[in-house]
């Protein structure tokens, strides 16, 4: 039962313009999350990550949001560059819980 | 962020050899460390909890006697992959918890033969 999903498998995007990457969960007792970049054959690398008290986290051209209600997050990334290609992962947990819950990835195409 | 280096980055090894991969937190300390598997072109499966000081916790399905784990510090668990056959070739990766983040190691590339 995958309980974080990635509707979209790929994306892809023109240099400079936003990226919009979505994933919906399931389980309503997450309420942290996060956003992993990942390269072929390197293991992934944390972005960002949003608290269920929040609606929106920013850290410099990423900025996720999260809309409690609908269960559902985005990432946005602008200006999109060509070194953002790579698979992103959403990932949630609930709190007292140790493991993360992963999403099957979008990958990013960003094109020069 | 946090940093977690996993040893060694590949190995080929023979059918029925047995291979242990080293994850560790080098700049914080993690209680819980996690062991993951990915197939080509899917997601990352998790396979066990490595709680320091106590037994690993398996996911269903993954074989505790197959994938030894031990996590003797809070900076170092391993991974043996006991009697490896050629249907245990994947990418294993290890993540480490600091506070509310993973943190995920290099990955391991493993072939066996």
């Known amino acids: 039962d995958q309980q974080v999903k990635q509707n979209s498998p790929s994306l892809s995007v023109q240099e400079g313009r936003i990226s919009i990457l979505n994933c919906d969960y399931t389980?309503?007792?997450?309420?942290?999350f996060l956003w992993y970049k990942k390269y072929p054959a390197e293991g992934p690398t944390f972005l960002i990550s949003i608290s269920s008290i929040k609606d929106k986290n920013e850290d410099g051209r990423f900025t996720v949001f999260l809309n409690k209600s609908a269960k559902h997050l985005s990432l946005h990334i602008v200006p999109s560059q060509p070194g953002d290609s790579a698979v992103y992962f959403c990932a949630a947990r609930w709190t007292g819980a140790n493991n993360l819950f992963f999403g099957t990835g979008t990958r990013l195409t960003v094109i020069p | 962020g946090a940093v977690v280096s996993q040893h060694p980055s590949r190995v080929i090894c023979k059918s029925g050899t047995s291979v242990k991969i080293e994850c560790r937190s080098l700049d914080f300390q993690a209680t819980t460390m996690f062991w993951y598997r990915q197939f080509p072109k899917q997601s990352l499966m998790l396979m066990a909890t490595s709680n320091e000081g106590s037994k690993a916790t398996y996911e269903q399905g993954v074989e505790k006697d197959k994938f030894l784990i031990n996590h003797a510090s809070l900076t170092l668990s391993t991974l043996t992959v006991t009697s490896a056959h050629p249907e245990d070739s994947s990418f294993y990766i290890c993540?480490?918890?600091?506070?509310?983040?993973?943190?995920f190691g290099p990955g391991t590339r493993l072939l066996v033969l």
């Open positions: 993540s480490a918890r600091d506070t509310e983040t993973q943190y």
């Open positions: 389980n309503s007792m997450f309420d942290y």
